[in-house]
């Protein structure tokens, strides 16, 4: 099968270098600590490469969702660095942490290397001629009902290309699941405004109230948020300096930044929305008869006493939301991770067709206007249904493919038994994770560094200027170098080879993903910007080096529809004596779901607010702590109904004394060297508590208790002994008031 | 080099750098037209630390592992600290937390040159504290006179014994600058392979240097695009029009902003009283009282 094998110099072909031999090896494991620096070779060099003279590769960051447009440092036929795409709208030329370790993702030492068979406890490496012929035995004679796949979010060729196979094999079992989902955000949103993604334009805000989003963490597309809040900050905009309040229990990196911070009680994000409703028409504000009906109950007096946020501060924000428009309310995990999450989202979506900020700061976006490559969105629910047709025996053959649920998913819903129960699994894996481990079949995968993809992100950012409003795009995901482990293969090469199983006449002249890919592009030249007449050489050429391909997209459209009719918010109860605290599972920028544990530099890259490195903890109150008679460093286990950790204790002011929080990603039991036995898996012992009207997991919905274990560590961490304390000097990290400082004028 | 050389040399150049004699600012004696020099936003920084990660792709910096990084030897040059406000009751989480990116605050004055011994740290002429890796004996008492603790001392051979880059992880290293070994010492450059490239590059150009020729690697990651690098004695550049702006000057260690009443500028550089001189200037967190 070699003939799918993509080749450095096919690739330099398609750039339009091809025709010298090319000698660039970027496999072959050369040291530079070996003395044997030289990788390219001196005497025959390729025209574009000059030694010590970097070349730049457009392409996708695939560390998350958000879908950044990078380039990659190349020299010598070695990707060095991501850096950012300054002509991207979405993140103009900025990255993450995250996104920067993508290339340790690349050159990570754990890939896996080669298709694994396993039969029993044993595993064997196998041809992938052995491997692709296996799968085509196991899905002779099943029926396609009995066939599943489970991916991530998805979008672009390579899930066209995977809608066609599963066309051909008659499943419809396409299972999109991410452990970590604005889920309950995109049908909040459609129902209040039209749309499940709109923009949001903080930039342009003079007041962001942000109900437990982390725009500046881990929420939909960081970066691009991060430049927008960067405006929002400039004192010398027309709007002045904007103001952040931050409401939600356990303080993200996006309430760290906040001018103020509002520990809410665990799940009373609605009420607090509806309380504000109504000392904003105590303001005078005028509220709309529908919404005034629901929130005339919700008086400052029974607000605060429900949400724990005193009456006072309840007036001072409605009286600056009421002066300072347009101003944005957001509604993100903190507030969505329970039962009650979708009405805890409307009613704050409320907030913001009374305050008249849809169209102004929520503005319509723009989807691509080819269906096949819209992006397919993932949820937790989806893995439900998986989950429960599995424990049915429902299905035989079962493809995993950018995920992890034997990881992620909750104890309580017996995953890993259950996916044991389909005769033959097939994992597309760059590591031997949970999920892989579990499977029969690993089919080794190339890095993002070294395959073709189309990528079209959900949150759609756009340039500044006209059209914006119709304006989509799609990216690049291109190779920049050789492959690192010769016998590795892209996702769209595998799904074609096993495509041409089923079909083989369909796809003879696609040679390999890469040919069906520029074919579909030259295919569609003129709707992706070129003219009829162009050469289709230089076309793809050009489109290719800038990596965006700008597309006259659907413009959508958002409405004030957001209606209080049926909204019902539960009155909060007493905790249970037994579990008398709550948990809120913590999503931080760099270690997400998980999926990136095995990138050293972001086990070294401390958490931001905690400082801890290469290890979870829990994060407690320090009255609370006081009550349990805990310090610092003390082993402790976090129990709930389903399950139990045992971690090291942070006490932390930035969380309500009912609540405690640990982070998830860690405590992976394979995966590599640099994941595996780091910490613990908080996912496993999460209550199976769901979101009434989307059937999400509701992630802060579990009760614990904590005991002391009797054991204790020092904290590994960046800050010292005293914690986060200046000293008493007074030039360190200085903080002024907004009035006593002229920011109008600055440069 | 000979000692006395060397006290010689180092006196003569603490009698301009940045003072002269009689302890008068000397612009006119600086050696080069080039003084690099940086400004972060405080109230722009989000604390996200992609400018920490950026760093450890730029310049090959070893990743340690929890037990080293539990004795202090964590190689981040940029660091970003986490300070609380602090009440009667403890630390106050209300109106945030406070981030200060942390790196060599390339001192004109640098505290950490006067104690070496053998010269291993010394001053550029484009205003760089630079440190010569094969220089360093490893006495490490420039760490110890550093006021801003960011020096990082190798006490392993990471690249080797400790294989702080397995294969094929290694072949991400940057070729523009070494791999360090055991026994010396590091800290921050400025990205100096980046400056000094964008410096031959205008040179051989025949113009001066923009600020289109050059970013950091910790500037360029930054997604709030809180830091500002560049060339202080080009007063078009934006650094230059910040710390002017903000009246900070380099070369006093008391401005004369703060000397007044009613001062509404937020530029400072952190423990500008002990005066080295530092090249970073840092823009005041705002905050919001009226909520
Ligand atoms: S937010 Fe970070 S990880 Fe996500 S796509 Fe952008 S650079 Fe990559
Ligand atoms: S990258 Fe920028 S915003 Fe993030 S911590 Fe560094 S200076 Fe601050
Ligand atoms: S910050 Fe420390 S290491 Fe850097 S020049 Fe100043 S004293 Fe030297």
Known sequence: ?747 | MSVSNLLENWSKFRHTHPVDDKGIPDWEAYPSDIKWAMSIDLDACTGCNACSVACYAENNLPVVGKDKYSHGQAMHWMRVERYWDEGDNGFQAEQGARFLPMMCQQCEAAPCETVCPVGATNHTEDGLNSQIYNRCIGSRYCSANCPYKVRYFNWYNYPEQENAWPAPLNQQLNPDLTVRTKGVMEKCTFCKQRTYTARNNAKTEGRPVQDSDVQTACQEACPAGAITFGNLHNPESQVAKQWQSQQVDLIKDIQEKDEKEGNRLRGYRVLEELRPYPSVMYLERVRESAV
């Not at chain 1, 003079?206 to 960067?230: E, I, K, N, T």
């Not at chain 1, 050789?482 to 089923?502: H, M, N, S, Y």
């Not at chain 1, 209606?563 to 579990?579: C, I, Q, R």
């Open chain 1, 1 to 747: 099968m070699t003939e799918n094998d993509f080749s450095r110099r096919d690739f330099l072909k398609v750039l339009g270098w091809g025709g010298t031999a090319v000698a660039l090896s970027g496999c072959g494991n050369t040291s530079i600590q070996d003395g044997q620096e030289t990788v390219t070779s001196y005497v025959t060099l390729p025209s574009y490469v000059t030694p010590s003279i970097s070349n730049y590769f457009n392409s996708t960051c695939a560390q998350c969702d958000a879908g950044c447009n990078i380039m990659g440092r190349v020299r010598e036929g070695r990707v060095l660095k991501a850096e950012g795409n300054p002509n991207s709208p979405i993140n103009r030329g900025r990255m993450c942490g995250l996104g920067l370790s993508g290339v340790q993702a690349h050159y990570n030492p754990d890939r896996v290397r080669e298709p694994l068979l396993r039969t029993g406890d044993k595993g064997e490496t196998i041809t992938w001629d052995k491997a692709l012929g296996l799968i085509n035995e196991k899905l002779n004679g099943t029926k396609g009902t009995e066939i599943a796949f489970v991916t991530g979010g998805m979008s672009g060729h390579v899930q066209a290309l995977l809608g066609n196979y599963m066309d051909e094999l008659g499943s419809k079992n396409h299972f999109s699941y991410e452990a970590i989902s604005p889920a309950v955000l995109r049908a909040a949103n459609k129902k209040a405004y039209g749309e499940s993604m709109p923009r949001y334009r903080i930039d342009k805000a003079r007041v962001v109230v942000s109900f437990g989003a982390d725009f500046l963490g881990a929420w939909v597309s960081p970066v691009h948020f991060s430049q927008q809040y960067a405006q929002f900050r400039k004192g010398s905009r027309p709007e002045g300096r904007g103001v952040l309040v931050q409401i939600e229990p356990k303080m993200t990196l996006t309430g760290a930044n906040a001018d103020r911070w509002i520990a809410v009680r665990p799940g009373t994000e609605g009420v607090l929305a509806l309380g504000i409703i109504n000392a904003l028409g105590k303001a005078g504000l005028s509220i709309p008869a529908d919404i005034a009906a629901v929130s005339h109950e919700y008086t400052t007096e029974r607000t605060s006493k429900e949400t724990d946020v005193s009456a006072e501060q309840i007036e001072k924000l409605a009286a600056l939301l009421k002066e300072r428009t347009p101003s944005l309310v957001l509604a993100g995990g903190a507030a969505e991770g329970y039962a009650h999450g979708s009405q805890n989202a409307a009613a704050i979506a409320l907030l913001n067709r009374v305050l008249g900020n849809v169209g102004k700061t929520l503005e319509a976006s723009a989807s691509v206007p080819f269906p096949q490559i819209a992006p397919t969105v993932g949820s937790r629910s989806s893995l439900i249904a998986l989950n429960d047709g599995l424990a049915a025996g429902k299905y035989k053959v079962v493809f995993s493919y950018g995920v992890n649920p034997v990881f992620s998913a909750p104890a309580s819903m017996k995953f890993k038994d259950n996916f044991a129960k389909a005769d033959f699994k097939v994992a597309f894996a760059q590591y031997m994770d949970e999920t892989a481990l579990a499977a029969d079949l690993i089919l080794p995968l190339d890095s993002a560094m070294e395959d073709w993809a189309t990528v079209v992100p959900e949150y759609m950012a756009a340039p500044e200027g006209a059209g914006s409003n119709a304006y989509a795009q799609m990216s690049f995901r291109q190779p920049m170098m050789e492959k690192v482990f010769p016998d590795t293969r892209g996702v769209g090469d595998i799904l074609l080879a096993l495509l041409k199983q089923r079909t083989a006449d369909k796809y003879k002249e696609f040679e390999d993903f890469y040919s069906y890919l520029r074919s579909a592009v030259l295919k569609n030249k003129v709707a992706l910007g070129g003219k009829a007449g162009d050469d289709d050489e230089v076309f793809w050429n050009e489109t290719l080096s800038k990596g965006i391909v700008p597309l006259k997209g659907i413009a959508g459209s958002v409405s004030a529809k957001a209606s209080a009719a049926g909204l019902k918010l539960p009155v909060p109860t007493d905790a249970d004596p037994s579990y008398p605290l709550r948990l809120i599972p913590a999503v931080s920028a760099s270690m997400r779901d998980g999926r990136n544990a095995n990138e050293p530099w972001l086990q070294e890259s401390p958490d931001p607010l905690t400082t801890i490195v290469w290890d979870s903890w829990v994060e407690i109150n320090p009255k609370t702590a006081a009550k349990l008679g805990i310090v610092e460093g003390d082993i402790v286990e976090v129990t709930s109904k389903s399950g139990s950790i045992k971690t090291q204790a942070y006490l932390f002011p930035g969380i309500h004394p009912d609540a405690v929080s640990v982070p998830v990603g860690y405590g992976h039991e394979a995966m590599g060297r640099y994941a595996r036995g780091v910490g613990a898996n908080v996912f496993g012992m999460l209550d199976s508590v769901f979101d009434k009207e989307t059937g999400e997991l509701a992630l802060n919905e579990t009760s614990v208790k904590i005991s002391k274990t009797g054991q204790r560590v020092i904290i590994v961490k960046e800050e010292g002994p005293v914690g986060g304390s200046q000293a008493g000097k007074p030039k360190i990290a200085v903080q002024v008031s907004a009035d006593k400082v002229d920011l109008s004028k600055e440069v």
